[in-house]
């Protein structure tokens, strides 16, 4: 994709497939999408989808799939106990990542249920580079800690640094040192760290990782959700991997890891979930969780449909031509952004394209959840559906008050292969637009809040009538327009 040149200049990513079944789309009128917010209680989570026009929520079991894909679900070999999808997922596991063990679950989520419930103890600390919000809500409900080891670049929003999803080992050491390693369940790293706009770790910083974990005895749990775009980053920034395969990166950070588990809504462009391993006692411990929560261990409550889709895309996850697709895209988005000076997360990571709300909306705090005030303008303004990812999606703290995130983003999520070029200017144009008119967003609270996880379903309401404001300016600038 990125070798194609232009005549012209203007560089473009050119994308490699074409498009051969589509989905007709829906863009209702300004004043019907302010309606459908509150319908939502102005969470972008419980719109329907019939009344979004771009859904960039999230990527997760939403891309995509390719012909090969979809062809492979018709060999799919339904049985409960020893089918053939089973050994041909697990044997392409084995392929890619050297790992011999597979527990299939029905998806990420479920892995770290798995993995939390017997390897957090009360009291333990899991230190990582970054937590995602099941994983965090997982490790908590077993009694443990998560600590965040990043490095200091990590949340400097307008960075040039090609790995903020490092762990800073001298942090992990003073830490191991600190509460002693008998206190501490196992180490965790994510690909693409979610939570910090899909930034990537270098290879050459999980083998750090690694060598520490050696010296202390403790175990190294890979979170392999979003590993196709790190992937394609280690082979874009990290110099000394400039000459290696996709396939020989993924071999090398799994030799890395104890335990490798993912969401296949993310990586495998399908859906389920799994947990790998080479060590036959960790397999031991968790197959009987997996019977247990999950399924019997040929399938782990996923269709075997789908995991012969997973089967196909983890092999076409190793072709760098398809999983450019996503950070190219994103990298676009990133940069129109900036020439209509919308701050935006930079360097541009996987995942999506990341707004920074705190700095969009400078005028609300951050008890007012500006980047879910954001996300719900972005829609009226738009009808483009994106994600909160801030202060909304923290959990408060056991007093009840709030824990207040570090960053305030709104995720415009890529799902990869899904949107044309033309749709992405719309959004960059109407996002702009919103930009200009910004003083005109206003705060929510919560009138309905779970205690768990509380940004996928919570209810909220403006703080004023802000989103009938900013549907009149809207109609005073774009006319008739939907
Ligand atoms: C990094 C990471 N870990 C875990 C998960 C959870 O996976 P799932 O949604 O399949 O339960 C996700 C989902 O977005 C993720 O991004």
């Given at each position: 994709m990125t070798n194609i040149k232009f005549f012209y200049g203007n560089e473009v990513p050119l994308?490699?497939?074409?498009?051969?079944?589509?989905?007709k789309l829906n863009l209702l009128p300004v004043e019907e999408r302010v309606e459908k917010m509150k319908e939502a209680g102005f969470n972008t989570f419980l719109l329907q989808n019939r009344d979004v026009f771009m859904d960039m929520l999230t990527d997760s079991g939403v891309n995509a799939m390719s012909d090969k894909q979809q062809a492979a679900m018709l060999q799919a070999d339904d049985s409960y106990a020893g089918s053939e999808t089973f050994n041909r997922l697990r044997a392409k596991l084995e392929e890619i990542f050297g790992m011999k063990y597979f527990l299939p679950t029905h998806q990420g989520r479920a892995a770290e249920n798995v993995i939390a419930s017997a390897y957090v103890k009360k009291g333990q600390i899991i230190p990582m580079n970054y937590h995602f919000t099941t994983t965090k809500a997982h490790i908590t409900v077993n009694g443990g800690k998560v600590e965040e080891i990043f490095i200091d670049e990590a949340l400097n929003l307008t960075s040039t640094h090609p790995f903020k999803g490092n762990i800073d080992t001298e942090k992990l050491k003073k830490l191991i040192d600190t509460h002693g390693a008998e206190n501490i369940g196992y180490v965790r790293m994510e690909a693409g760290t979610n939570l910090i706009?899909?930034?990537?770790?270098?290879?050459?910083?999980?083998?750090?990782?690694?060598?520490?974990?050696?010296?202390?005895?403790?175990?190294?749990?890979y979170d392999a959700s979003l590993l196709q775009d790190n992937l394609h980053f280690i082979k874009e920034r990290e110099t000394a991997c400039q000459n290696m395969s996709i396939r020989e990166i993924a071999k090398?950070?799994?030799?890395?890891?104890?335990?490798?588990?993912?969401?296949?809504?993310?990586?495998?462009?399908?859906?389920?979930?799994?947990i790998i391993t080479n060590d036959k006692n960790i397999y031991m411990e968790l197959r009987e969780y997996i019977t247990l929560y999950e399924g019997f261990l040929t399938y782990g409550g996923m269709s075997v449909r789908e995991m012969e889709a997973i089967a196909v895309g983890l092999e076409e996850t190793m072709d760098e031509e398809v999983i450019n697709q996503g950070p190219n895209f994103i990298k676009y988005m990133t940069e129109q952004f900036q020439k209509k000076g919308v701050p935006v997360v930079t360097p541009p990571g996987g995942l999506g394209c990341h707004i920074n709300a705190m700095e969009f909306v400078d005028h609300l705090k951050q008890n007012e959840y500006?980047?879910?005030?954001?996300?719900?303008?972005?829609?009226?303004?738009?009808?483009?559906?994106g994600m909160e990812r801030g202060t909304m999606s923290e959990q408060r703290n056991e007093d009840g008050t709030e824990t207040f995130a570090h960053m305030e983003l709104v995720r415009l999520a890529m799902p990869r292969r899904v949107f044309t070029l033309s749709q992405i200017n719309y959004a960059v144009d109407r996002i702009a637009w919103l930009y200009e008119n910004r003083h005109l967003i206003g705060g929510l609270r919560f009138v309905e809040e779970p205690k768990v996880l509380r940004f996928f379903f919570g209810r909220l309401e403006p703080t004023c009538d802000w989103p009938e404001k900013l549907a009149e300016a809207f109609r005073r600038d774009f006319g008739d327009s939907l």
């Open positions: 994308e490699m497939h074409k498009v051969r079944i589509v989905q706009g899909g930034q990537p770790h270098s290879l050459e910083n999980l083998q750090e990782v690694r060598n520490i974990c050696d010296q202390y005895g403790l175990m190294l749990v090398e950070i799994a030799k890395q890891c104890d335990i490798i588990y993912f969401s296949a809504r993310k990586l495998g462009a399908a859906r389920g979930g799994g500006p980047a879910g005030a954001l996300a719900a303008a972005i829609y009226i303004a738009s009808g483009v559906r």
